[in-house]
């Protein structure tokens, strides 16, 4: 049986998403790749992404009721991000940054023989989950190192929903420095507020271990 949340800092939600919204969400997303300037490139995951869609945005807020009873407090909406993975896309080890500080990610559909699993780590104990359409999965994204190895599929959609604690420390986080959710044009948000980048090896661990980071979470298996 799993722990609670808090001691796990991860949780599978079978169904987050019925099928039906789940196909349509998938639709929309590949629909929308036609357009060559809908996504940014993203050649080091062999993937293509795009921040703060309408869809992913309003996944957000729809979701975000389900996500507060799992982290089990009130949460703040920070961004979406939607990726379609290609063929020999890898996702490699990684802790995220603040505005992540409660994600999730959802699956929406995908064309591949097998479902291609993501690797979570708790306190230097690796486990795979498996997110098959409309599953997800509820992390910690600066504490719980995640991973995918090499997908063998065409293509596999999913959207990445991120939080912040409302009572926590980066409340400030909210909308992740924007003015607001929603789609926004690039050139007028340029001046948004920096965020904190993922930590290199000397700073020190997000999970306030008090190690570098190197050291801690961000340490090769």
Same mark, same amino acid.
């Given at each position: 049986?799993?722990?609670?949340?808090?001691?796990?800092?991860?949780?599978?939600?079978?169904?987050?998403?019925?099928?039906a919204p789940a196909q349509l969400a998938c639709e929309y997303a590949?629909?929308?790749?036609?357009?060559?300037?809908?996504?940014?490139?993203?050649?080091?995951?062999?993937?293509?992404?795009?921040?703060?869609?309408?869809?992913?945005?309003?996944?957000?807020?729809?979701?975000?009721?389900?996500?507060?009873?799992?982290?089990?407090?009130?949460?703040?909406?920070?961004?979406?991000?939607?990726?379609?993975?290609?063929?020999?896309?890898?996702?490699?080890?990684?802790?995220?940054?603040?505005?992540?500080?409660?994600?999730?990610?959802?699956?929406?559909?995908?064309?591949?023989?097998?479902?291609? &699993? %993501?690797?979570?780590?708790? *306190?230097?104990? =690796?486990?795979?989950?498996?997110?098959?359409? /409309?599953?997800?999965?509820?992390? !910690?994204?600066?504490?719980?190192?995640?991973?995918?190895?090499?997908?063998?599929?065409?293509?596999?959609?999913?959207?990445?929903?991120?939080?912040?604690?409302?009572?926590?420390?980066?409340?400030?986080?909210?909308?992740?420095?924007?003015?607001?959710?929603?789609?926004?044009?690039?050139?007028?948000?340029?001046?948004?507020?920096?965020?904190? &980048? %993922?930590?290199?090896?000397? *700073?020190?661990? =997000?999970?306030?271990?008090?190690?570098?980071? /190197?050291?801690?979470?961000?340490? !090769?298996?």
């Amino acid at each position: 049986m799993p722990g609670s949340f808090a001691e796990d800092r991860y949780r599978f939600m079978p169904q987050a998403l019925r099928p039906a919204p789940a196909q349509l969400a998938c639709e929309y997303a590949l629909t929308l790749a036609r357009d060559p300037q809908a996504y940014q490139p993203e050649p080091e995951f062999k993937a293509r992404g795009r921040y703060a869609d309408a869809l992913g945005e309003a996944l957000l807020i729809n979701l975000q009721g389900l996500v507060e009873k799992v982290a089990g407090c009130a949460l703040l909406p920070c961004y979406s991000y939607l990726r379609i993975y290609q063929r020999g896309a890898v996702l490699p080890r990684h802790l995220d940054r603040p505005s992540c500080e409660i994600s999730t990610t959802l699956t929406l559909g995908f064309n591949a023989d097998a479902p291609w &699993p %993501i690797g979570v780590e708790r *306190d230097g104990v =690796p486990a795979s989950v498996v997110l098959g359409v /409309g599953d997800m999965l509820v992390y !910690k994204g600066a504490q719980v190192v995640h991973w995918r190895e090499r997908f063998e599929g065409e293509w596999w959609v999913q959207v990445f929903l991120h939080y912040v604690a409302a009572a926590g420390p980066y409340a400030e986080f909210r909308y992740d420095g924007r003015e607001r959710l929603g789609p926004f044009d690039a050139a007028r948000d340029a001046k948004r507020k920096l965020l904190p &980048p %993922i930590p290199q090896a000397a *700073d020190p661990c =997000p999970c306030l271990s008090g190690q570098p980071y /190197g050291a801690c979470h961000g340490a !090769k298996p």
